[in-house]
């Protein structure tokens, strides 16, 4: 398959850990989005936890981000101030251009598709009518969804180009010719730390493929990604 580089979604799963868990996936969904601020990339918020982002180059730049971020704090939930640890998974994938879309055709009873309401700030649902979709391949497991387009037709076609994505990084991967040979359940990779992050008892980014260590961790999270990457991270 041909990719488009200047185009990824970033997708965060929180790990498990209720509220600190997802909470740690919004601070590392926000981190991205505000680095593509910096970069002056344009962006789009996908669902409550994909981000898309393009740019020139982009992929290149981000791609080493997918993996498992661990998150070490004074948790804000925990009424006795104790540390947690929280973790993860990141999911940077380039983008699929519509002539290598279309060559992968799914049958539709190897979907499930459901529909919601959108949902927006503080949880509230900013539409009456069901407007989310969140589709399921049922021979995989892989799932992707879209809630921020106005109309619920708009957010199927985004989350099943999402899905194709998926489909096709997984069918280069396994080396597969045809969509009908997936037929193994996958499940996400939760093996592959590639950072911490801590904010308790000290300061501390660290870089597990290198060793890299800064103390300069708000900012980090802030956006400031380059403190990293242009230290020779990457």
Same mark, same amino acid.
């Given at each position: 398959?041909? @990719?488009n580089?200047?185009?990824?979604?970033i997708?965060?799963?929180? &790990?498990?850990?209720?509220?600190d868990?997802k909470?740690?996936?919004?601070m590392?969904?926000?981190? @991205?989005?505000?680095y593509?601020d910096? +970069?002056?990339?344009?962006?789009?918020?996908? $669902?409550?936890? #994909?981000?898309?982002? $393009?740019?020139?180059g982009v @992929?290149e730049r981000?791609?080493?981000?997918?993996?498992? =971020?661990?998150?070490v704090r004074?948790s804000?939930?925990?009424? +006795?101030?104790?540390? %947690? #640890?929280?973790?993860?998974?990141v999911?940077?994938?380039?983008?699929?251009?519509?002539?290598?879309?279309v +060559?992968i055709?799914?049958?539709e009873k190897?979907?499930?598709?459901?529909?919601?309401?959108s949902?927006g700030?503080g &949880?509230?649902?900013?539409?009456?009518?069901?407007?989310?979709?969140r589709?399921? =391949?049922?021979?995989t &497991?892989?799932?992707s $969804?879209?809630?921020?387009?106005?109309?619920?037709?708009?957010?199927?076609e985004?989350a099943? %180009?999402?899905? +194709?994505i998926?489909i096709?990084?997984?069918m280069?991967?396994? %080396?597969?010719?045809a969509?009908?040979?997936?037929?193994?359940?996958v499940?996400?990779?939760?093996? %592959?730390e590639?950072?911490s @992050?801590?904010?308790h008892?000290y300061?501390?980014v660290?870089?597990h493929?290198?060793g890299?260590?800064?103390?300069?961790?708000?900012?980090?999270?802030?956006?400031?990604?380059?403190?990293?990457l242009k230290?020779g991270?990457?």
């Open positions: 398959m041909n @990719y580089s200047n185009t990824v979604t997708s965060v799963l929180g &790990g498990a850990g209720g509220d868990a909470d740690w996936a919004q590392l969904l926000r981190m @991205y989005s505000r593509a910096l +970069k002056k990339w344009k962006k789009a918020v996908v $669902s409550e936890n #994909t981000l898309e982002i $393009s740019g020139m @992929y981000l791609k080493d981000e997918s993996g498992v =971020h661990r998150l004074i804000p939930f925990d009424a +006795k101030k104790l540390r %947690h #640890t929280s973790f993860a998974l999911e940077v994938l380039p983008d699929l251009p519509k002539v290598d879309e +060559k055709q799914i049958p190897d979907l499930k598709i459901e529909f919601s309401r949902a700030p &949880g509230q649902n900013v539409n009456k009518v069901e407007t989310a979709v589709i399921v =391949h049922l021979p &497991g892989l799932s $969804s879209s809630q921020v387009e106005r109309s619920q037709s708009s957010n199927r985004k099943m %180009h999402l899905l +194709k998926k096709a990084k997984l280069e991967d396994r %080396h597969e010719e969509v009908g040979n997936l037929r193994v359940r499940a996400p990779e939760w093996g %592959h590639i950072r @992050y801590v904010l008892p300061k501390q660290k870089d493929a290198t890299f260590k800064i103390s300069r961790v708000e900012e980090v999270l802030e956006g400031n990604l380059d403190l990293l230290a991270v990457k």
